[in-house]
């Protein structure tokens, strides 16, 4: 039997990697064994219980205010020794977290293959998203199987010396997970969710946390949403506060006294899906909303000066405004009065997947270790 390990420590990778678990799972010939860093520790607990994960391994890093430098030390540490014991065929990882970069590090360390699911987005860019970027390009020299998400993805890769056939193109987990879980009768747990009026006002859904806009920028982001709110008055403001204090500081003070801006803390998964189902618009700096809110007809306003993911800007579904309180005033009031501009984002065909990336990948795995004769065919007629 095959002996697959899936490791993941945040909210973002549980999310991707939940339908991906599932598919494997369901599959005689693969035993997995699921290993979590708790890199974050509340946000991933809800996505583990919504999709009923056990993880077999814990490692709960998770500590206030803790550097870079501990969270990668403790996860190459935790994870290298789980492979020891364990002795797996192929370690999975997801994304860009530094959980991603350190287990990557560890399975090599042992001479085990590693499956990175979402390779090869990039903005070539070393501190843009940092230290996203730089976790991404180092774990795509350690992985064996590249799961790109999109052709482009793949282009990536290949010009970056990666041999065409370890690259599988599969499509996003992510709209797997969506696809799964928004529900049109759904009834919000949060009360002031639940109060929204989403048939005559128009509800904008506001996430910001980067690292790199913490502080001037982060200010800037803020008090234009404030402005647009003053500015459009059939308009109210969702802001999920995220859990660094910096961020959350900034938020009270900029929008304490604004009645039509509703903060609430960080959202259980299935509320925020479908509260994003359910908005006129996303202002975010999330690298995941840019695959997620188009797969809704979301038009996508990003709040930050590059991105990894090309495609949907390409396609249509996403905008890149940066973070200048002017710009974003402009680009937001433009989705919010021009019903043209709207519709063509709004309406623009997602390139991010189909709701089957998990079984592309499944079968990819499968194929690797000669299990499946056949190489999976590939996604990206849409992208």
């Known amino acids: 039997m095959l002996k697959i390990m899936p490791v993941f420590g945040t909210r973002p990778e549980a999310i991707k990697m939940a339908p991906l678990i599932k598919t494997l799972a369901a599959q005689e010939a693969i035993r997995i064994i699921t290993a979590v860093t708790a890199q974050h520790r509340e946000m991933l607990d809800q996505v583990l219980d919504l999709f009923k994960i056990n993880p077999e391994y814990d490692l709960n890093i998770m500590k206030t205010e803790q550097t870079l430098t501990e969270i990668t030390v403790g996860v190459l540490s935790g994870i290298g020794e789980i492979i020891g014991k364990e002795k797996p065929d192929l370690v999975l990882v997801h994304g860009d977290t530094s959980t991603t970069f350190?287990?990557?590090?560890?399975?090599?360390?042992?001479?085990?293959?590693?499956?990175?699911?979402?390779?090869?987005?990039?903005?070539?860019?070393?501190?843009?998203?940092?230290?996203?970027?730089?976790?991404?390009?180092?774990?795509?020299?350690?992985?064996?199987?590249?799961?790109?998400?999109?052709?482009?993805a793949k282009e990536a890769l290949l010009n970056e010396g990666v041999p065409a056939e370890r690259i599988f193109v599969t499509g996003n987990t992510v709209v797997d997970a969506l696809l799964q879980t928004v529900d049109k009768g759904y009834k919000f747990?949060?009360?002031?969710?639940?109060?929204?009026?989403?048939?005559?006002?128009?509800?904008?859904?506001?996430?910001?946390?980067?690292?790199?806009?913490?502080?001037?920028?982060?200010?800037?982001?803020?008090?234009?949403?404030?402005?647009?709110?003053?500015?459009?008055?059939?308009?109210?403001?969702?802001?999920?506060?995220?859990?660094?204090?910096?961020?959350?500081?900034?938020?009270?003070?900029?929008?304490?006294?604004?009645?039509?801006?509703?903060?609430?803390?960080?959202?259980a998964y299935e509320e925020f899906v479908n509260l994003m189902d359910r908005c006129y618009l996303v202002l975010t700096d999330s690298g995941g909303l840019q695959e997620e809110a188009p797969a809704l007809g979301k038009p996508v306003l990003v709040l930050r000066d590059t991105t990894e993911r090309p495609e949907a800007i390409t396609a249509g579904t996403v905008k890149l405004i940066g973070t200048r309180r002017e710009k974003i005033i402009e680009e937001t009031s433009s989705l919010l009065t021009n019903a043209a501009a709207y519709r063509k984002m709004a309406t623009a065909v997602n390139p991010y997947g189909d709701?089957?990336?998990?079984?592309?990948?499944?079968?990819?795995?499968?194929?690797?270790?000669?299990?499946n004769p056949n190489?999976?065919?590939?996604?990206?007629?849409?992208?």
């Open 355 to 371: 709701g089957r990336a998990s079984k592309r990948i499944c079968q990819a795995i499968l194929y690797y270790f000669k299990l």
């Open 189 to 267: 747990k949060d009360a002031a969710l639940e109060q929204l009026d989403f048939k005559n006002r128009k509800i904008i859904l506001l996430t910001a946390h980067r690292r790199e806009n913490i502080g001037e920028r982060m200010e800037h982001i803020f008090q234009a949403v404030k402005a647009i709110v003053e500015l459009h008055h059939d308009t109210e403001v969702v802001v999920p506060v995220h859990l660094n204090p910096a961020v959350g500081e900034q938020a009270r003070r900029i929008f304490g006294e604004s009645e039509r801006i509703k903060m609430v803390p960080p959202l």
């Open 375 to 383: 190489r999976p065919e590939e996604y990206g007629n849409l992208c």
């Open 102 to 152: 350190a287990s990557s590090l560890a399975a090599f360390y042992h001479r085990i293959p590693v499956g990175h699911v979402e390779a090869g987005l990039r903005t070539y860019c070393k501190y843009s998203p940092y230290p996203e970027e730089m976790n991404r390009k180092l774990t795509g020299c350690l992985a064996d199987l590249h799961f790109a998400p999109t052709p482009k």
